[in-house]
């Protein structure tokens, strides 16, 4: 029988229920539902709203049932319309007329709204700790490899040399702005929305700030029509993990490519690799095209949330029962992507030999050649020119900078002599990029202290 059996008559049609029903999705919100029940039903007893027998009745009634869930001795009913029905009849069942007044000065629209909050902040933190893990298996990556020199490209052109730890640091930096964005989004998802009703508050004298305090949560919504129809957190939420999850597709994208035997940079091990049914050589980066790829999913479902809300009227509708798909998927999606590409960074061997061979081939020292001109007093476009010049010397003999004969250069121009050898090595270019920020060793080994330092502190 449905909730609303008073004001209709019969049963309803089967296939309005097969669209209606929630229960196949949000069955999974069963302890926050029971959670947020527990502190209305207590600020119900404390405020004399209920009895006190009868707030107790129903705290103990609840906590039995999600007891009997986690046992496995209470299976969730399929065929009831929601979470929210399913919990409240099969209290009633238990405890007879105590039950049915844990509804009072409730709505499921508040209720709902409520429960996706309490679910959220579980999920953020969840992912900040998968999240934090990943970025401690780059700073250990990096730590590895603070002198392992490797061309940095623009335009995916070698560029100038940088360091695999210089890399990693990069990436870490990203996934730090993202730990901050969703701790900013937890700020403002641990609101609570009980006491807003179906859309207009109630006659009842309940404690929303109680409900808030026994939740952990910050504040309340103040105003009753958005608290039931505010859902601006569930779309940060997503919105931030479009964000991170195009980090970690930035990152896999570049894992494909240094598998590859034109880069060859890195061999991931075994377990984290897949082969092809009919070409025995291969050895395949599945996981990381997965995480490209799932990328897409995640911003679908922001997208599908954005485009569910954006011409809704006040209060709640319908339409608002899709946000709990979207959520999941992306949540599950973000979780199953992080989880697997830490270990598989962990494991995973890199070449600093070939990284170093693509560094040398690539002409990543013209650069500071014309650096170490400006020094002996050359302005920088004109030396920009002469090194210019060399390179393409070095391009037609099949030479580099590094084997180019000094003749050569000072033919050039008789500003060289055999200092600029030192100033192109490759690893004296990175030692003396010492900035702040920049690739230089002992500059990067600073960088992953700070970054471990802010995991400890958010440890604390
Ligand atoms: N299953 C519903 C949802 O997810 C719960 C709220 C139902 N409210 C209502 N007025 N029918 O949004």
């Known amino acids: 029988m449905k909730l609303w059996a008073g004001r209709m008559t019969g049963d309803v049609d089967a296939r309005l229920n097969e669209l209606n029903a929630s229960i196949g999705f949000d069955s999974r919100m069963i302890?926050?539902?029971?959670?947020?029940?527990?502190a209305h039903a207590t600020m119900l007893g404390e405020t004399g709203v209920v009895s006190r027998e009868d707030s107790a009745a129903i705290v103990e009634g609840l906590k039995g049932i999600i007891t009997d869930?986690?046992?496995?001795?209470?299976?969730?009913?399929?065929?009831?319309?929601?979470?929210?029905?399913?919990?409240?009849?099969?209290?009633?069942?238990?405890?007879?007329?105590?039950?049915?007044?844990?509804?009072?000065?409730?709505?499921?629209?508040?209720?709902?709204?409520?429960?996706i909050r309490l679910y959220l902040a579980n999920a953020i933190k969840r992912i900040q700790a998968l999240a934090e893990d990943f970025i401690r298996a780059l700073c250990e990556t990096a730590r590895a490899h603070l002198g392992t020199v490797m061309p940095g490209y623009t335009h995916l052109q070698r560029a100038q040399p940088v360091t695999l730890a210089h890399y990693m640091m990069a990436y870490a930096n990203m996934l730090l702005r993202d730990l901050d964005r969703l701790s900013d989004c937890l700020k403002r998802t641990r609101v609570s929305p009980l006491g807003s009703g179906a859309l207009a508050g109630t006659t009842y004298?309940?404690?929303?700030?109680?409900?808030?305090?026994?939740?952990?949560?910050?504040?309340?919504?103040?105003?009753?029509?958005?608290g039931v129809s505010d859902r601006d957190f569930a779309l940060e939420l997503l919105s931030d993990l479009s964000i991170l999850m195009m980090h970690l597709s930035r990152f896999s994208e570049e894992i494909c490519l240094w598998c590859s035997w034109e880069y060859?940079?890195?061999?991931?091990?075994?377990?984290?690799?897949?082969?092809?049914?009919?070409?025995?050589?291969?050895?395949?980066?599945?996981?990381?095209?997965?995480?490209?790829?799932?990328?897409?999913?995640?911003?679908?479902d922001l997208m599908a949330l954005l485009t569910a809300m954006k011409a809704l009227p006040l209060a709640y509708d319908k339409d608002m029962q899709e946000d709990k798909e979207a959520l999941f998927d992306a949540i599950d999606t973000v979780c199953v992507c992080?989880?697997?590409?830490?270990?598989?960074?962990?494991?995973?061997?890199?070449?600093?030999?070939?990284?170093?061979?693509?560094?040398?081939?690539g002409f990543i020292?013209?650069?500071?050649?014309?650096?170490?001109?400006?020094?002996?007093?050359?302005?920088?476009?004109?030396?920009?020119?002469i090194v210019g010049q060399l390179v393409r010397l070095c391009v037609e003999r099949g030479a580099t900078l590094e084997s180019l004969p000094i003749e050569e250069y000072r033919a050039?121009?008789?500003?060289?002599?055999?200092?600029?050898?030192?100033?192109?090595?490759?690893?004296?270019?990175?030692?003396?990029?010492?900035?702040?920020?920049?690739?230089?060793?002992?500059t990067?080994?600073?960088?992953?202290?700070r970054v471990e330092g802010l995991l400890a502190k958010a440890a604390e």
């Open 205 to 226: 004298p309940l404690d929303r700030a109680r409900v808030a305090q026994l939740l952990g949560f910050e504040d309340i919504a103040h105003n009753s029509l958005d």
């Open 338 to 361: 992080l989880e697997v590409l830490s270990p598989m960074l962990r494991t995973a061997t890199f070449h600093p030999d070939n990284m170093r061979a693509a560094a040398a081939a």
């Open 31 to 38: 302890h926050e539902d029971i959670a947020g029940s527990v």
């Open 365 to 385: 020292n013209a650069t500071d050649c014309a650096d170490w001109l400006v020094g002996k007093g050359m302005p920088f476009r004109d030396a920009y020119g």
């Open 444 to 449: 990067v080994k600073r960088e992953i202290e």
């Open 69 to 115: 869930i986690d046992a496995g001795t209470l299976q969730i009913d399929m065929t009831a319309e929601d979470v929210h029905t399913f919990v409240e009849a099969e209290l009633t069942r238990r405890i007879g007329d105590a039950g049915k007044r844990l509804h009072t000065g409730r709505s499921r629209n508040d209720q709902v709204a409520l429960d």
């Open 264 to 300: 060859r940079f890195v061999m991931l091990d075994d377990r984290f690799s897949t082969g092809s049914s009919i070409m025995p050589q291969k050895k395949n980066p599945d996981i990381t095209e997965l995480v490209r790829g799932k990328t897409g999913r995640v911003y679908g």
């Open 412 to 442: 050039v121009s008789d500003v060289f002599d055999e200092g600029v050898y030192d100033a192109i090595d490759l690893g004296h270019c990175v030692e003396r990029r010492k900035l702040e920020g920049g690739p230089a060793p002992e």
